[in-house]
Each structure stands twice: as structure tokens, then as C-alpha cells.
């Protein structure tokens, strides 16, 4: 089995700052794709941004320039720097791998999601 847990998530003024976090473990042989995609009440799961294996990366127009990501390939890790943050940022954000286990199996895992309000 492939996990995913992230952490980072919480309340911020508008114009602030916030990093996402996002480790993969498990039977996790490789990593293709690794990205973060979001849910605002009533609305549906959008991508947000997303970084290749070979580290392309690609972002929603409405966070190009303000939101950065990043990852670590030794650590199966995914990082979303997120700044000048705005209140219709407000969203869960979820982590979303791609990849293969160590039977060749592809794997696509979510993660349970945490919650980014940006509020005055």
C-alpha cells in the first residue's frame, strides 16, 4: 500500500503566507507525477499545480506567480509554497500522486486533504 499524508494547512490574513507539505510512503516504487488540487465549498476539485518526474511543473492561471511548487525526489515529497495568498484561495487542498509500486502496479493516491482559510 502507497500513503500519502500532508500537513500545512491553517488560517491566514489575506496578502500572508502558507507551505504545504506532502510525503509518500509505502510500497512506493516510483513517482511520476506529484501535484495539489483544491475544493472550495460547493465547487469542484481543481488542479492547482503539479510537478513531473523529470520536473515540469504546471499551474492553474489563477495562482502563476503567486504559488511555487516544489519537490524532493529522495524523499517522495511535494511542497507547495503558497504566497499573497487571497480569500478565494480558500479551499482544502489535497495532495495527488501518480506513480508505480514495487509490482509495477500503477498507483494513484490522494490524500486526505487540509484545510487552507484565508480570512481577515
Known amino acids: 500500500q502507497v500513503q500519502v499524508v500532508e500537513s500545512g494547512g491553517g488560517l491566514v490574513q489575506p496578502g500572508g503566507s502558507l507551505r504545504l507539505s506532502c510525503a509518500a510512503s509505502?510500497?512506493?516504487?516510483?513517482?511520476?507525477?506529484m501535484g495539489w488540487f483544491r475544493q472550495a465549498p460547493g465547487k469542484q476539485r481543481e488542479l492547482v499545480a503539479v510537478?513531473?518526474?523529470?520536473?515540469?511543473?504546471n499551474y492553474q492561471d489563477s495562482v502563476k506567480g503567486r504559488f511555487t511548487i516544489s519537490r524532493d525526489t529522495a524523499k517522495n515529497a511535494v511542497y507547495l509554497q503558497m504566497n499573497s495568498l487571497k480569500p478565494e484561495d480558500t479551499a482544502v487542498y489535497y495532495c495527488?500522486?501518480?506513480?508505480?509500486?514495487?509490482?509495477?502496479?500503477?498507483?494513484?493516491?490522494w490524500g486526505q486533504g487540509t484545510l487552507v482559510t484565508v480570512s481577515s
Open positions: 510537478v513531473t518526474s523529470g520536473g515540469r511543473t
Open positions: 495527488h500522486v501518480i506513480g508505480r509500486d514495487w509490482s509495477s502496479r500503477n498507483v494513484e493516491v
Open positions: 509505502g510500497s512506493i516504487f516510483s513517482i511520476n507525477h
